[in-house]
């Protein structure tokens, strides 16, 4: 069993940056590939970056690939995904996912359909 607890999230203005967070519980992160996916207002919950359980190889979903980071620290049981030139387009409450790496990899990480334990979620709002 994972818990999942993100932070991070808040109102930015266009172009500007923001840091998530999520923090897990337990000692078997390590063994644990790591997604964040957002949904916005009226729409599906989509992909948006995953990352192995050694941080070796990372997925990302092409409306934020080269402005999102994800990275993770085993030490900390901490996932994060930096996020920077935000835009308007990119409001929505971020999750973050797990799933043990055991059983998913690759670029089934992109689907939300894979993952096993969810976050509460953390809401960004991009400014105009």
Known sequence: QVQLVESGGGLVQTGGSLR???AASGRT????AMGWFRQAPGKEREFVAAIN??????FYADSVKGRFTISRD???NTVYLQMNSLK???TAVYYCAAVSAA???GSRLRSAN???YWGQGT???VSS
């Open 103 to 105: 059983k998913s990899s």
């Open 20 to 22: 998530l967070s999520c």
């Open 123 to 125: 809401q960004v709002t």
């Open 114 to 116: 894979e993952y096993d």
């Open 29 to 32: 992160f390590i063994t644990y």
């Open 88 to 90: 308007p387009e990119d």
């Open 74 to 76: 085993n030490a900390k």
């Open 53 to 58: 359980w050694s941080g070796s190889s990372t």
